[in-house]
């Protein structure tokens, strides 16, 4: 009885740079049960064979000159929860690595690693785990303690503290704040230069920033570096 042959692995390469693509293709298909099927330079190319070529798994880059990376994953993701999606970027920071999962990416994998970690990645999203490389995941962890410190600090103000820091923060004036609060507008900039003080923060801006990583403004965290 003869042994049946290993199935193949059908990979779809997915980034700007034809050269990285021919680099990436030459790796993969030195492994026996992975195979190239297509490559795609832009975001609309990769919807587009995702779709004619449906293949296992897709190698992206998230720095696509029309769509971005994270808007491909979403619209595969609405399309196709079965296949595989290995974000291989330049960046490794939160910034990136966080919008990438809550599209819908399965692993993630810096350019700087060695070629082991993309075929490492692409094995454990095959068997239906997630990878995420070292280096993103500690960036994380640490983005994660930072949201966890942001948060303890807001919860040690005064009532009145966060209230004036949280409308503050979503742009109303002064006047504004002390409409909602029924206190007056000196009152109100009591409260905020009282609490930015105890937040070591010196500019709106800094004030805008602590809000979103304490988790006040949920909507805009991918916003900010």
């Given at each position: 009885m003869t042994e049946s042959a290993p199935s193949v692995v059908r990979i779809l390469l997915v980034d700007d740079h034809k050269v990285l693509r021919d680099g990436l293709r030459v790796l993969l298909e030195d492994e026996a049960d992975l195979r190239v099927v297509g490559e795609a330079g832009t975001g609309a190319q990769a919807l587009e064979l995702a779709q004619t070529l449906a293949p296992d798994v897709i190698v992206l880059d998230l720095g696509l000159p029309d769509i971005s990376g994270i808007d491909v994953i979403r619209s595969l993701r609405s399309r196709d929860d079965?296949?595989?999606?290995?974000?291989?970027?330049?960046?490794?920071?939160?910034?990136?690595?966080?919008?990438?999962?809550?599209?819908?990416?399965?692993?993630?994998?810096?350019?700087?690693?060695?070629h082991t970690s993309l075929l490492q990645a692409?094995?454990?999203?095959?068997?239906?785990?997630?990878?995420?490389?070292?280096?993103?995941?500690?960036?994380?962890?640490?983005?994660?303690?930072?949201?966890?410190?942001?948060?303890?600090?807001?919860?040690?103000?005064?009532?009145?503290?966060?209230?004036?820091?949280?409308?503050?923060?979503?742009?109303?004036?002064?006047?504004?704040?002390?409409?909602?609060?029924?206190?007056?507008?000196?009152?109100?900039?009591?409260?905020?230069?009282?609490?930015?003080?105890?937040?070591?923060?010196?500019?709106?801006?800094?004030l805008i920033k602590f809000a979103v990583r304490a988790g006040l403004l949920d909507d805009y965290k991918t916003l900010l570096e």
């Open positions: 079965a296949v595989r999606i290995v974000v291989l970027s330049m960046y490794s920071r939160r910034e990136f690595v966080m919008p990438a999962i809550e599209a819908g990416c399965d692993g993630y994998v810096p350019k700087s690693s060695t692409i094995r454990t999203v095959l068997g239906g785990e997630r990878y995420l490389h070292p280096t993103a995941a500690t960036a994380l962890i640490g983005a994660l303690k930072d949201d966890e410190s942001e948060t303890a600090k807001f919860a040690a103000l005064s009532e009145r503290e966060q209230d004036v820091l949280r409308f503050t923060a979503q742009g109303f004036t002064s006047r504004e704040i002390g409409e909602k609060l029924i206190i007056s507008s000196k009152t109100v900039e009591t409260y905020r230069q009282r609490a930015m003080e105890k937040l070591h923060l010196e500019h709106r801006s800094d």
